[in-house]
């Protein structure tokens, strides 16, 4: 499974990600919405080559600051969660502006 680059786990009542998922060191793009997670492994952000990831419809509240060093990531998507961190006033402009929200809290950067 390390070569794999899509992964599509929505409407599956997933309520945890391990942390193997780092092992899967390929992939660009994966879907976990319409789910029952409330947080995310730390290992999620080993993911270098991840460009795309849906976390819509969950129960995540909060991204940790480590989402700040995903360099490849280009879109993410938290519609249908309760975001508190960042708000949803930022969530709702998209990729980049959570991104930068992040990488000013870790880093002091934008």
């Known amino acids: ?52 990831l849906d976390l819509s419809y969950n129960l995540i509240t909060k991204l940790s600051l480590s989402f700040a060093d995903m360099r490849n990531l280009r879109q993410i998507f938290l519609h249908g969660n309760e975001m508190v961190f960042p708000s949803v006033e930022i969530c709702e402009q998209g990729c980049v502006a959570v991104l930068a929200f992040l990488r000013e809290r870790a880093f002091g950067m934008g």
Do not use: T
């Open 1 to 52: 499974m390390s070569q794999l680059r899509e992964l599509y786990l929505a409407h599956n009542n997933i309520d945890a990600l391990p942390g193997a998922i780092s092992k899967m060191s390929e992939l660009q793009k994966l879907n976990i919405s319409s789910n029952l997670l409330h947080y995310l492994p730390a290992e999620i952000v080993s993911l270098r080559k991840l460009e795309i």
